[in-house]
């Protein structure tokens, strides 16, 4: 079974600073990571995905994540926060099923972002 | 190419009513899903689909119904409407190939308010 806890519902950095989110998860088979991001009343939109290959990885709007089997962990971090970054953003964990893929996501409860100028 | 699109977008029902919420996607994937948000609590997955005519229940399957008919619908029914089911509701589609994971595309929701 897989589960995912993201560490601080709520985080709010200054226009320019780092931003951090924090997310790790739980899984007896190697995992397939992802984040996605939720603006105000829209769908989820993906960010980036972990499946096996680079334990950096690199995705849209210049954030990236860092896979860290050691430490169950999955990062989402980006070097400088625009105002655009402000919504909500969601860790989420798959793996394969004994006798294939259901691609069933389970996710975290989400981070909300703020970005103060 | 609209990708994964829901209908309606908003809806009000009264308690015990029922309704059917539409999810389409022009992506032809075989899998798609039906998930409820609400605050504080992320996604939680209702009900599954892994290709035409075949269903499976989620995480919380009670009080919702799902066909999948054809490959491009699938849709969530609500019997009989609770103010517990008060939230939005997201339908999200993938590709399947094997036992490789691939990431869902997500349809904009349909916030539904039951009084």
């Known amino acids: 079974a897989q589960s995912v806890t993201q560490l601080g519902s709520h985080v709010s950095v200054s226009e320019g600073a780092l931003v951090l989110l924090r997310c790790n998860y739980s899984?007896?088979?190697?995992?397939?990571l992802f984040w996605y991001v939720q603006y105000p009343n829209q769908g989820l939109q993906l960010l980036l995905k972990y499946t096996s290959a680079a334990t950096l990885v690199k995705g849209i709007n210049g954030f990236e994540a860092e896979f860290k089997k050691s430490e169950t962990s999955f990062h989402l971090t980006k070097p400088s926060a625009h105002m655009s970054d402000a919504a909500e953003y969601f860790c989420?964990?798959?793996?394969?099923?004994?006798?294939?893929?259901?691609?069933?996501?389970?996710f975290g409860t989400g981070t909300l972002l703020a970005v103060q100028p | 190419n609209a990708g994964v699109t829901q209908t309606p977008k908003f809806r009000v029902l009264k308690t015990g009513q029922s309704m059917t919420l539409l999810c389409a996607q022009d992506m032809n994937h075989e899998y798609m899903y039906w998930y409820r948000q609400d605050p504080g609590m992320g996604l939680r997955l209702i009900h599954y689909s892994v290709g035409e005519g075949t269903t499976a229940k989620g995480e919380v399957p009670d009080g919702y119904n799902v066909s999948r008919l054809k490959k491009q619908n699938f849709l969530l029914g609500l019997e009989s409407a609770a103010p517990s089911q008060t939230s939005v509701y997201f339908c999200?589609?993938?590709?399947?190939?094997?036992?490789?994971?691939?990431?869902?595309?997500f349809g904009p929701g349909t916030r539904l308010t039951v009084t």
């Open positions: 989420a964990v798959s793996a394969p099923n004994y006798g294939g893929a259901t691609n069933k996501l389970i």
């Open positions: 899984s007896s088979v190697p995992p397939y």
């Open positions: 999200a589609s993938s590709y399947s190939l094997g036992t490789i994971i691939y990431e869902q595309y």
